[in-house]
């Protein structure tokens, strides 16, 4: 017989196959993770990957709600000053950025950002002019007025 007979590899087949599976599960469940990764990772390696697994860092889930008609956002309520969001622009075909809402408001106090100006962030699909964007135009104006009036 060889070393490693038919029923030895069946077993250890079964064995990957289960630390795939747990892996996967726990890489999604607990810590959400690519499960089909994790399972690779599992099947593979075994107890390394689910050591490794739990050496990482939990990944935060994005959360993305599209305002309905029942859950409407406020027009108050601005959409965009996630602490998270960072902001680019082109000035002179040069990118600048990431920055706050808030610098991004310094810039358009300075000048340096108009309405023409373009800007990206990771809700946009695509680089936009910033009078495309009515809600952050409106933002940017009201900061650039209140200046004005406390000046």
């Known amino acids: 017989m060889s070393p ?15 630390m795939g599976g747990i892996t996967s599960f726990i890489a999604h469940r607990y810590r959400n993770r690519k499960p089909l ?3 690779i990772f599992g099947f593979c390696f075994g107890c390394l ?6 050496l990482l860092p939990k990944l935060q889930k994005e959360k993305l709600a599209l305002a309905t008609d029942s859950l409407a956002i406020p027009a108050s309520t601005p959409v965009y000053e996630s602490p998270q969001e960072l902001w680019y622009f082109l000035q002179e075909d040069k990118q600048i950025g990431p920055i706050s809402f ?7 106090l300075e000048g340096l950002l108009k309405p023409s100006s373009y800007v990206w962030n990771e809700t946009l699909s695509d680089w ?19 200046d004005k009036t406390t000046s």
Do not use: G
Not at 128 to 146: F, G, H, M
């Open 4 to 18: 490693l007979d038919m029923p030895s590899m069946k077993t250890m087949l079964l064995c990957s196959l289960c």
């Open 102 to 108: 808030a610098r991004l408001q310094n810039y358009y």
């Open 128 to 146: 936009k002019k910033l009078e495309e964007l009515p809600q952050q135009l409106q933002a940017l104006e009201e900061s650039s007025s209140l």
């Open 37 to 39: 990764s994790w399972f």
């Open 49 to 54: 990957a689910l050591i490794a697994l739990f």
